[in-house]
């Protein structure tokens, strides 16, 4: 019980004092209800959605906060099931709670960071700890009675996972601070506009009346941690922006919510007005094909496809790693690759901001390798820094990015 240490309950809380029922074919709503923690955990190992409603509009954490059965809720909330207060779900949870422990459980998971896999967990560090980002968040949670984005990391703070931007977007005077391949891996729009109008641009300016801020900065919020967390006040322009940026299945589960969202019963918030209600969506509600892992899997298949063998390369290029630490390769515009890492004989593009996101090691060198770049003015708009790794086979190194 050692990862319970921080919620206000005892190791015996967690035996149902309800005789348990096992539902060996049951879905994961009835496992819920029955408490069977065995079928639940197969039923989430498999991947099942579990934020998705029955027939009657309830979802699988709903049915075990009513029996009581804390184990069972335990198990979803870890799995992801959304508890906070101001949302449709979270707030039928929070009212169904059998008892106080049940209450107690879900409100230490709400205070919690968001589980999330360990690239989305990565990446969205890395999403908020750029200032801008994480200034907007400060002045949103300082509006709301529980954070809205729920905490921001496990030890309290984001600055050593800050990695600089490579574009800004300012809409209605604020700014955005993004990377271009994460964009570009979540949305046909967004890679089309690199590679054309905003191939050269820091700084995209948006019109004020055009775009709303918060529900483009959740959006990318998404992007980076998939996991989107919306007021519903900003769903209809959320709806707006993902059919412009092409993200047609969470637009379409987006537009579902809405119709839900006017005829939701609320509990416990009768006279919260949509402001302050909210909408939150987990990365499993959508096809897998959807998801960040997918969307930067298909990025590291084009670039591992695009990198070059040494014995390819001129002998001019081995000078100008030497002395520069960067080179010049065209040709590749599919996989926004913004360094070069050299194995053995081979030649990997990859991406800045996934090998500082994913490894220290590689966020303190390239963080050397662009300081010194920039001190010698060296780095052309044209050509791409590149590190040399020469202690392990380039076998082992692409294994290793595909890890991360």
Not at 32 to 52: E, H, I, K, Q, T
Not at 119 to 125: E, G, I
Not at 364 to 371: E, K, Q, V, Y
């Amino acid at each position: 019980m050692s990862e319970l240490d921080d919620i206000d309950l005892d190791p015996e809380d967690f035996e149902s004092s309800i005789p348990l029922k096992k539902v060996p074919y049951g879905d994961v709503f009835e496992a819920s209800r029955a408490g069977d923690v065995d079928r639940l955990r197969y039923l989430l190992d498999s991947g099942v959605n579990v934020n998705a409603r029955d027939q009657w509009d309830s979802v699988a954490l709903y049915y075990a906060c009513l029996a009581g059965h804390l184990d069972a809720a335990r198990m979803l909330l870890e799995s992801g099931a959304i508890c906070s207060e101001h949302t449709f779900d979270g707030d039928r949870c929070h009212y169904a709670a059998l008892n106080l422990k049940v209450r107690k459980l879900l409100k230490a998971f709400e205070a919690r960071p968001p589980p999330l896999g360990p690239l989305q967990a990565s990446l969205r560090d890395t999403f908020l700890a750029c200032k801008a980002n994480s200034a907007y968040l400060d002045q949103l949670n300082s509006q709301l009675p529980t954070p809205l984005f729920s905490g921001k990391s496990f030890n309290g703070g984001l600055s050593s996972n800050h990695f600089p931007p490579d574009v800004v977007f300012y809409v209605q005077g604020r700014p955005i601070e993004a990377h271009r391949v994460i964009l570009s891996a979540r949305s046909p729009f967004f890679k089309a506009k690199f590679e054309t109008d905003w191939k050269e641009k820091k700084e995209v300016r948006f019109s004020r009346e055009k775009l709303s801020y918060p529900s483009l900065y959740s959006l990318i919020h998404f992007f980076y941690s998939d996991r989107l967390e919306v007021s519903v006040d900003d769903m209809e322009d959320l709806v707006k922006i993902c059919r412009v940026c092409k993200c047609q299945s969470l637009q379409t589960l987006i537009e579902k919510e809405l119709i839900h969202q006017k005829y939701a019963e609320y509990k416990a918030l009768k006279d919260i007005d949509n402001s302050q209600k909210r909408f939150i969506l987990q990365g499993l509600s959508l096809p897998e094909q959807d998801r960040l892992p997918a969307a930067m899997n298909r990025i590291l298949q084009i670039s591992l496809a695009n990198s070059s063998r040494g014995q390819n390369l001129e002998n001019s290029v081995d000078n100008l790693v030497s002395l520069v630490g960067s080179m010049q390769m065209s040709g590749f515009q599919d996989d926004l690759a913004d360094v070069y890492v050299r194995v053995d004989e081979r030649i990997f593009r990859c991406h800045q901001v996934v090998l500082a996101s994913r490894s220290e090691y590689f966020k303190a060198r390239l963080s050397h390798m662009n300081d010194f770049l920039e001190g010698s003015n060296l780095l052309l708009d044209y050509t791409l820094p590149c590190l040399e790794e020469n202690d392990l086979s380039m076998e082992a190194f692409e294994k290793m990015i595909e890890y991360m």
